[in-house]
């Protein structure tokens, strides 16, 4: 029954910032799936008669692959494969699923905020047994064995039929389609005080949850209106479609925009909230603010403690480079550490399994914390209700009172996409070759302290990871982060970040264009922006 495929290596299947994501005419050419699963199940080891978790997010080609990758599981010798049901599973959900059962792994079908359809982003990406990306080390063995591949296994059985829960056999392998979204709701109910934000709700607090068209629909519609008792309705674009309704499941102010107008108008909802693709990212906007995930960050940890899962405190908080230093203020002044990795959820694993931080967070709308290892879009809106729930305060009076303690980071990143590969590879090798003589320069009125290309050592293991981006930090505290975003499939994406510190004492109320206009000009002085990429202006700013 096990089949051996011979195969030819392609040499494009490195993982990015969060697994391989390629158009999907690229996966679907004949072995190319295939061939980065092998891959994958050749560079793990000891997973004979283990579990193996497979979900995504709904996209166009899910299905095909979800097929795929159990007839492979089954001839590899995995013991069994839990798949959600019509082959969905949010990230967050996929994450739990593993931890919950004890799996060896998962493999989660996703490009996450990219669009989808025929002619749009597919995406695979392999997960540990803690729940979280593999490390680097495992992604490097993977991509170093697409390029030597020449053979892969599989079955030549019929399709499982995913939408029945049950179990059934693909060769000696058990196949269990599973519940997507019970378990993960279950979790939700032990972290949140449900009552406080049922009570919250039934007194007339009025949300709104754009899904997206994305895989949270289910999760969103069992947890706010089914569990929590919010109004029919509160879930929009809630039924996951395989192109996502033609639009970017991205929940930024661009993507988002219908939930943005929804939230600025006069008679707005008192919370909003959107996740994208694959259900780890959270936009948060109260009625009439737009909160940065920056500051959703920083402001969660201040106000976790009002969680039942986080009374007793955190134990520290990380976030990424380019996220804003808002959280660090709030780790410093509650006692805590704080830990600034590269970008991407991988690198918080370790932290959070050696117990070391509680919360984690990015600046592209992923905030978590210790109870799975992914970021968890629906985690992050029910932390917010239920310090909404305690507090009894308006989202922008608790913005306001966060900002008159700690001051305010005003923050922005600006993308350029799909530019020309070779102008974005020549902006950032002009700026590294700089490196060394900025500081103690001047410009636009800013003076450069130090500049340097972020290098992270990982205190539990050691291990090192280089060219994570490129910072300038100017003294009094503001900083340009330059980097390439890796999980676009067309061309390159600049992204540059912005940040500029207001003590608790100063101007908190600044529109942010206005107060980043000095390192807007400072960006394109720098690194020339215009000159290197043929932009005037970013794509999207969030
Ligand atoms: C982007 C974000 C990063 C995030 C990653 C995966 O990566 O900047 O913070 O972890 O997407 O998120 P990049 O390399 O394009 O900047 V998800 O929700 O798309 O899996
Ligand atoms: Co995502």
Request: hydrophobic content about 40%.
């Amino acid at each position: 029954m096990i089949q051996t495929v011979e195969t030819i290596a392609f040499d494009d299947q490195k993982p990015g910032t969060s697994g391989l994501r390629k158009k999907v005419r690229v996966f679907a050419q004949p072995h190319y799936a295939q061939n980065f699963i092998q891959s994958v199940f050749d560079s793990l080891s000891d997973f004979a008669g283990k579990t193996l978790v497979i979900g995504g997010d709904g996209r166009y080609f899910n299905r095909d692959v979800i097929q795929v990758a159990i007839r492979m599981a089954a001839a590899n010798g995995f013991g069994a494969v839990l798949v959600g049901r019509g082959g969905i599973l949010s990230t967050p959900a996929a994450s739990h699923m593993i931890r919950l059962h004890h799996a060896y792994g998962g493999l989660i079908l996703s490009a996450s905020h990219n669009p989808g359809g025929p002619d749009e982003d597919f995406g695979i990406k392999y997960n540990i047994g803690n729940g979280g990306p593999a490390p680097e080390a495992i992604t490097d063995a993977i991509f170093a064995r697409t390029k030597t591949i020449d053979r892969y296994l599989t079955m030549d059985t019929p399709d499982v039929d995913l939408d029945r829960d049950g179990d059934t056999r693909v060769g000696t392998m058990r196949v269990r389609i599973v519940d997507p979204v019970t378990d993960y709701a279950d979790l939700m109910e032990t972290l949140f005080d449900f009552g406080a934000i049922r009570a919250m709700i039934a007194s007339g607090t009025r949300l709104s949850f754009d899904a997206m068209h994305a895989v949270t629909g289910p999760y969103a519609t069992e947890i706010l209106e089914c569990r929590l008792g919010a109004a029919p309705g509160t879930v929009v674009n809630g039924t996951p479609l395989p192109d996502f309704g033609g639009h970017h499941p991205d929940p930024n102010l661009v993507h988002a925009h219908e939930l943005h107008a929804r939230m600025m108008a006069p008679d707005a909802p008192d919370f909003g909230a959107a996740s994208d693709g694959d259900g780890d990212r959270n936009l948060i906007i109260g009625r009439d603010i737009f909160v940065t995930p920056s500051d959703s960050l920083a402001l969660l940890a201040a106000n976790a403690h009002l969680a039942p899962a986080y009374a007793k405190g955190l134990a520290g908080i990380a976030r990424s480079m380019p996220t804003s230093q808002a959280a660090d203020r709030v780790a410093a002044a509650l006692g805590i550490p704080a830990y600034e990795t590269p970008t991407g959820w991988k690198f918080f694993g370790t932290l959070l399994d050696a117990g070391l931080v509680t919360l984690c967070g990015e600046e592209s709308a992923g905030t978590g914390s210790d109870h799975v290892r992914e970021k968890d879009g629906l985690w992050a809106v029910l932390l917010w209700l239920n310090i909404l729930a305690v507090r009894g305060q308006s989202v922008a009076d608790i913005v306001h009172d966060h900002w008159a303690r700690h001051g305010r980071n005003y923050y922005a990143r600006h993308d350029y996409e799909g530019v020309p590969t070779a102008g974005a590879d020549a902006l950032m090798a002009a700026l590294r070759a700089r490196l060394v003589t900025l500081p103690g320069t001047t410009v636009e009125g800013l003076t450069v302290a130090t500049a340097d290309d972020f290098a992270y050592t990982d205190p539990t293991d050691g291990s090192v990871s280089r060219n994570q981006g490129i910072r300038i930090l100017f003294d009094g505290g503001s900083r340009i982060v330059f980097r390439l975003s890796g999980t676009g499939t067309e061309g390159a994406t600049l992204r540059v970040y912005l940040e500029r510190y207001e003590p608790a004492d100063g101007t908190l109320d600044h529109a942010v264009a206005d107060a980043l206009a000095p390192l807007i000009a400072a960006a394109e002085a720098l690194a020339g922006i215009t000159a290197h990429t043929g932009r005037t202006e970013p794509d999207v700013i969030t």
